[in-house]
């Protein structure tokens, strides 16, 4: 089985969510609350590997007690006093999913871009559709203040709402949330407040989603993966796992011209890489090492009939491996030994044979994780950063689900993934061969190693 993870980010995914309703009745309410609790027991692998059965159940009908004391309750109010439950079993893959239901509503479009680092939060970018009308250079400035919240008052709440491993994964993780945050918890209307460092502070008219015009795009920004040639080395600007195909022709085409340039420095930047196919890190291991490889140690499956009635709806059902899924009897807890399930290399003529360094944050998760750990197991070069924010023991596949009355999706992993080298111990990211701050990773491979 191969890991394949998919966030749901900021309001891009959309589904239609038949029969949304308004306003849940006591019965609904607590008919929902029953469907994730059997849920969770029904598909996770260990669901309370952090907190015990009993104390998450006791968490969840308080919540669910003081939801009821409400005279009015929609999905909006459910997801916030049940999600910050959900995030108590710190599995990264286990969501109560609102960003779907967001994204029918005319929501907000909060102004920035939003990076995570050391525990204080930073203009990236700014948005398209503002850069007309926010004159001054505010990249890279620090956020103090957001409509009379400060930053640590900001971080702790992204903390409580995101679903993660570690508090360290889940504000780094946030990040990629924060519009929804942003319409959820923080807005005042259409005028916003904010306060950057050195007490400087700059009220914005935020625009609705109606609202925004944006010009189409003719440069690449946004695209998963890009590399580029500097002298005696090249960049390998990696954001998402996804688009196998498309990264095959990609990395044929990258390493010929990495040799035909005779480049012996290939830089791998994850940084900002929150995951996806993991074949896709097969097929860059492909140029980059000698011997046969896998990126996992082994895989532990729960065989339970809601997994089965999901791959028949969602996948190729005359797949083997699906096939393989659907006749285990529900019920079984099987061990994959992946150890031995080995992908050879390329031909010595194909493949890369310089100096590799690989540049890991805060914000490299899932199998962007896995790759990390893998390259750093097999020595295939050096390791700069932070330590990443996906675990090197982590969840895999998600299953997905719609609860029967809220009408929201609600993600629970359904696999455990242990990656190359790893044991139950594990319980932590990859680590750096050389700690740095994420921000100043490329800066520092290029003046250590390379010019």
């Known amino acids: 089985m191969l890991k394949i993870t998919l966030?749901?980010?900021?309001?891009?995914?959309?589904?239609?969510?038949?029969?949304?309703?308004?306003?849940?009745?006591?019965?609904?309410?607590?008919?929902?609350?029953?469907?994730?609790?059997?849920?969770?027991?029904?598909?996770?692998?260990?669901?309370?590997?952090?907190?015990?059965?009993?104390?998450?159940v006791k968490q969840i009908k308080l919540?669910?007690?003081?939801?009821?004391?409400?005279?009015?309750?929609?999905?909006?109010?459910?997801?916030?006093?049940f999600q910050p439950v959900i995030v108590k079993l710190q599995d990264g893959h286990t969501v109560l999913n609102i960003y779907d239901f967001l994204a029918e509503t005319d929501y907000l479009i909060f102004p920035f871009v939003i990076d995570i680092s050391e525990n204080s939060l930073f203009i990236k970018s700014i948005k398209i559709g503002?850069?007309?009308?926010?004159?001054?250079?505010?990249?890279?400035?620090?956020?103090?203040?957001?409509?009379?919240?400060?930053?640590?008052?900001?971080?702790?709440?992204?903390?409580?709402?995101?679903?993660?491993?570690?508090?360290?994964?889940?504000?780094a993780l946030s990040k990629y949330y924060f519009n929804n945050y942003y319409n959820l918890f923080l807005?005042?209307?259409?005028?916003?407040?904010?306060?950057?460092?050195?007490?400087?502070?700059?009220?914005?008219h935020v625009l609705k989603k109606s609202e925004r015009i944006v010009k189409p795009q003719n440069n690449e920004i946004g695209k998963n993966f890009s590399f580029g040639i500097n002298k005696n080395y090249a960049v390998l600007n990696f954001k998402s796992f996804s688009d196998l195909e498309g990264f095959k022709t990609f990395l044929k085409n990258m390493f010929s011209d990495l040799k035909e340039n005779n480049i012996k420095n290939l830089i791998i930047d994850i940084r900002d890489n929150s995951g996806g196919n993991s074949e896709l890190g097969d097929e860059l291991f492909k140029y980059l090492l000698s011997e046969p490889y896998s990126q996992y140690q082994k895989t532990i499956v729960k065989y339970?009939?809601?997994?089965?009635?999901?791959?028949?709806?969602?996948?190729?059902?005359?797949?083997?491996?699906v096939q393989t899924t659907l006749q285990?009897?529900?019920?079984?807890?099987e061990t994959i030994n992946k150890s031995l399930s080995l992908t050879n290399p390329k031909e010595a003529s194909e493949r890369f044979n310089g100096n590799v360094y690989l540049l890991i944050s805060g914000q490299t998760f899932s199998s962007a994780?896995?790759?990390?750990?893998?390259?750093?197991?097999?020595?295939?070069?050096?390791?700069?950063?932070?330590?990443?924010?996906?675990?090197?023991?982590?969840?895999?596949?998600?299953?997905?689900?719609?609860?029967?009355?809220?009408?929201?999706?609600?993600?629970?992993?359904?696999?455990?993934?242990?990656?190359?080298g790893t044991t139950e111990k594990d319980w932590h990211g990859v680590i750096p061969d050389f700690r740095v701050l994420s921000k100043d990773a490329l800066d520092f491979t290029l003046t250590k190693f390379i010019k």
């Open 130 to 171: 503002y850069k007309e009308t926010i004159h001054q250079n505010l990249v890279g400035r620090e956020i103090k203040n957001i409509n009379g919240q400060t930053s640590k008052q900001i971080l702790k709440l992204f903390s409580n709402y995101t679903s993660g491993e570690s508090k360290r994964s889940r504000i």
């Open 187 to 204: 807005t005042k209307g259409k005028e916003l407040s904010i306060s950057l460092d050195n007490n400087e502070e700059f009220k914005i």
């Open 63 to 81: 919540a669910e007690q003081d939801i009821l004391k409400k005279p009015e309750v929609n999905s909006i109010d459910f997801y916030k006093v």
């Open 7 to 56: 966030y749901l980010f900021v309001l891009l995914s959309v589904k239609a969510y038949s029969q949304t309703v308004e306003n849940m009745s006591p019965q609904q309410i607590k008919g929902d609350v029953e469907f994730m609790i059997h849920s969770i027991e029904d598909i996770s692998v260990n669901p309370y590997f952090k907190i015990s059965k009993g104390k998450f």
């Open 369 to 420: 994780s896995d790759f990390a750990n893998a390259f750093k197991y097999y020595k295939a070069g050096s390791v700069i950063g932070e330590e990443t924010g996906g675990f090197v023991v982590s969840p895999g596949e998600i299953v997905e689900i719609q609860l029967p009355n809220s009408k929201l999706f609600f993600n629970l992993s359904s696999t455990k993934d242990f990656g190359i």
């Open 304 to 321: 339970r009939g809601t997994h089965k009635q999901t791959l028949k709806n969602k996948t190729n059902t005359e797949d083997e491996a």
């Open 328 to 333: 285990k009897p529900s019920g079984d807890i």
